[in-house]
């Protein structure tokens, strides 16, 4: 792999929240960048890189422009089509490349990855056609999730089913000619795994993070999780095989469901910096943005220590529903970091920021985060604890 150390010039494919904070970072430490985004120059990430390419995440010949000035391209979303990616490896390098992101972007691909590395996951089925749905269900049983096969995230393209019709309507709603039929995992708590390989293929984890979703987007990422030792290092065990497996270079992130009974089941790949682990831009001695940029250009990585408990809370565009939130409220509180992404427009369930807590212990920041949510006016961070249910429909679910 080529060293590649400042002033090397880094493109980023999508100009969301994710690449802006890798451009704060490339800033800081010296190196230029260049981000392909529709948006043009309201994206996030385009509104303060060097330079920016107003183009759609599929248009290959705008990627490949942007290739040809760069030195390695990265990506701040796995919905960038693999062929694109293929396309540029030529003019540069490209972390992840075509072939990482063809596995990831086809779920029933992903899952046949993670089963050959022996991870344990869900109980699955490829559905193809209405008629094997009763053979998918017998094998995972009710209730269970169909998820689109293709370009899910945060709960879209997703139904969840308590019998066979339900999850006949299921099929036809998602109206795709392929599905994955996963097992309802009754949950205790959701994890996330997230570590970079590095050049050597060295892994360095930052801490496990337990995060709770509210209709399916993040809504709470805590440091430290609420798992004892031996999950951790479970954990991390079971990270640092999908990464090696993968090939993979970059920072990266396992979404894990931990069971009441202690198991690990692997609910999905994220082969790019990821939203549960902001905590480590403030959290950490390393944050994962400039851990990622280190790993994309061949240099050694840094130190992923934790340097307090943290609380992170989403903002999304809800909160704008009748006015800009009151950020003075955030301001007084001494421990708590604003982060607003720029976004021109603030529409419901849209990631606009978030507010990162950070403190000496778990009580002082659980503490701090909650009376951040209360005078914000967002759902309390402890009574979004996702209670241990049984199988009662989720009206929030699909
Ligand atoms: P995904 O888009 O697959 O990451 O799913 C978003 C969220 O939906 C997850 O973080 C879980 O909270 C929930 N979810 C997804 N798949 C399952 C499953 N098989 N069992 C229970 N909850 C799930």
């Not at 269900?137 to 393209?157: E, H, I, M, N, Q």
């Not at 993070?209 to 991390?236: G, W, Y």
């Not at 949510?373 to 049984?390: E, F, K, N």
């Amino acid at each position: 792999m080529r060293s590649l150390p400042p002033p090397a010039t880094i493109g980023i494919l999508g100009g969301g929240q994710l690449a802006r904070m890798m451009v704060v970072e490339a800033r800081r430490i010296g190196y230029r960048t260049i981000v392909l985004d529709p948006g043009g120059a309201d994206a996030p990430a385009a509104q303060i890189s060097d330079d920016f390419v107003e183009a759609a995440l599929d248009d290959g010949a705008a990627a490949r422009r942007l290739a040809e000035r760069c030195d390695v391209v990265t990506l701040d979303t796995e919905h960038i089509p693999a062929d694109v990616l293929y396309e540029l490896e030529d003019a540069c390098a490209v972390r992840p490349g075509g072939r990482i992101l063809a596995l990831i972007q086809d779920r029933w691909e992903q899952r046949t990855f993670v089963a050959r590395h022996d991870v344990p996951q869900p109980v699955h089925a490829l559905v193809t056609s209405p008629e094997t749905l009763a053979s998918a269900s017998a094998k995972t049983g009710f209730p269970c999730v169909l998820k689109t096969t293709r370009s899910g995230y945060d709960g879209k393209g997703q139904a969840r089913a308590q019998d066979p019709e339900e999850l006949a309507r299921g099929w036809e709603d998602l109206g795709q000619p392929t599905a994955v039929l996963e097992e309802f995992v009754d949950f205790e708590r959701e994890i996330s795994v997230l570590l970079a390989r590095g050049r050597d293929g060295e892994c360095r984890f930052f801490p496990v993070a337990e995060n709770v979703h509210v209709d399916h987007i993040l809504h709470t990422t805590r440091v430290p999780a609420r798992i004892d030792s031996a999950i951790e290092s479970e954990a991390r065990s079971l990270g640092s095989r999908v990464a090696a497996g993968l090939g993979y270079h970059g920072v990266m992130a396992i979404e894990l469901f931990v069971t009441a009974d202690g198991r690990l089941l692997l609910n999905e790949i994220a082969p790019r910096p990821h939203n549960s682990a902001h905590f480590t831009l403030g959290g950490c001695a390393t944050s994962q943005f400039e851990q990622h940029l280190r790993a994309v250009c061949g240099q050694p990585l840094g130190d992923p220590s934790p340097l307090g408990a943290c609380v992170m809370l989403n903002l999304l565009g809800d909160l704008w529903s009748e006015r800009e939130p009151d950020w003075e409220a955030v301001f007084r509180h001494p421990l708590a970091r604003l982060h607003l992404y720029g976004k021109v427009e603030p529409r419901p369930g849209r990631k606009m920021g978030h507010v990162l807590v950070v403190a000496r212990d778990a009580r002082r920041a659980e503490d701090e985060a909650e009376s951040v949510a209360r005078h914000l006016g967002v759902a309390s961070p402890s009574t979004t604890h996702r209670p241990v249910t049984g199988p009662t429909p989720d009206p929030a679910f699909g």
